[in-house]
């Protein structure tokens, strides 16, 4: 039981740092009161790219032998290294000209949340819903919430200390380079794959 909760706090956590940094700037536009919008706005996009991502995991399920799954594993290195090289695309000025009006601030924190992590966190979930039993997910779905709720809040407190804020803003990228080829590789390594490949050389 305690593992498929890890493995979501992980999961979630190594997608969610660039974002974390998102939500910090979106508070500092937003009046306290409608940080509930973004929390409400921040499930709704969380659910579109998980829903996306159980979609792609199921098709892909079929797959027969474990290694072949586990190639996936490549999709995180390979978002590890492009986002050490290339950096962050997200755009600051972009996000905070769409929190700047509270009408349609959930609809904003929607689109900010499925364009700023889409491509990161499906790249992330599908390897990770493929490769678990089914049993497990219902309780790492838990877990994903529960840590949209804890990363909302948290956005919202270190939004208000500028040191730690300037800190994340800093390293929260290497952070995210180092644990996305970790998770990468150990989906590699759970499956079999690099047993797999190391036998045909």
Not at 14 to 42: A, E, H, N
Not at 57 to 67: E, K, N, S
Not at 106 to 126: E, H, K, P
Request: with cysteine; proline share 4%.
């Amino acid at each position: 039981m305690l593992r498929p909760i890890l493995t979501g706090v992980t999961d979630y956590i190594s997608t969610g740092l660039d974002y974390l940094v998102i939500l910090m700037i979106i508070f500092s536009r937003v009046k306290p009161q409608d940080r509930w919008l973004v929390l409400i706005g921040d499930f709704i996009g969380t659910l579109i790219l998980v829903g996306s991502s159980l979609a792609l995991a199921f098709f892909l399920g079929f797959v027969p032998t474990p290694w072949v799954l586990g190639l996936l594993g490549l999709i995180p290195i390979y978002l590890g290294i492009k986002l050490g090289l290339q950096g962050d695309d997200d755009d600051v000025a972009a996000v905070e000209r769409r929190v700047s009006q509270p009408r349609g601030l959930i609809a904003s924190v929607v689109l900010i949340t499925v364009a700023t992590c889409g491509a990161d966190n499906i790249g992330i979930y599908v390897p990770l819903f493929t490769t678990v039993a089914a049993s497990q997910i219902p309780l790492i779905l838990i877990t994903f919430a529960g840590m949209v709720v804890v990363f909302w809040e948290l956005g919202f407190r270190l939004a208000t200390l500028p040191v730690i804020a300037g800190v994340l803003e800093k390293w929260g990228r290497h952070l995210t380079v180092v644990v996305y080829i970790l998770l990468g590789g150990y989906i590699l390594w759970d499956n079999g794959t690099i047993h797999q490949l190391l036998r045909w050389l």
